[in-house]
């Protein structure tokens, strides 16, 4: 290699951040690592576990022990924070779900009849999206009053072995949807396997309470009056 020619430096592949953290491990690791290294080859060679002379090798190899330790743990680091991200996000191997833009231009433009009526047409398509039933269900019932529709949707959704998110949506869609009929039968089976199916959780717990008012409720409207 010639005077003038390049010098390979990894650093130099290594963006800004990534020599912050490595900065960071260096001042927070190094003179941590090299003080205990030195100790522990000292409590060696008082121990006489090993000679004087390894024990000055030993000593003159913590500087490159210590280098050898903050790349470990910086690339330790990475490597953990890449694959947590990567489990977050899965990594872009579960898709994202499906759109659909004739239908979302009709809902902008207030034409939700006709909106329903593409989302029932890609429904008989495609049976086995649960997203398009979801979102006819919730078109049905905020905007045209269709009310059966929805509960038949929601209910076809949770039949249809969705996955966890769609199942949960569809709950609390039959839950919401009752809630606005005023059908508090109804409302008072879903709240009870709502809370069932997901025990353990905030939404379960505030399921729950729900039904304990509602029950409450009834029992007071029902109990006779006295006469005054």
Known sequence: MGAGDPVDNPLKDIDSAERAQLLKVAVFFGPP???????AWYFCARQQWISGGVFLLLVALNLPLTVAGIFAIHRGAGVAST????TIFAAGNIPPPPTYPRQDVLIVRGQYAEAADYFRDHIRIEPGDHEARLQLAHLVETRLEGHDEAERLYQEVRRMQPDPRQELRAANGLIDLYRRMGRRDRLRVELARFADRYRGTAASRAAARELKELKAADLTSESPRSPT
Request: positive net charge; contains cysteine.
């Open 33 to 39: 690592c090299f003080v205990m290294l030195s100790l």
């Open 83 to 86: 694959g947590l991200v990567k």
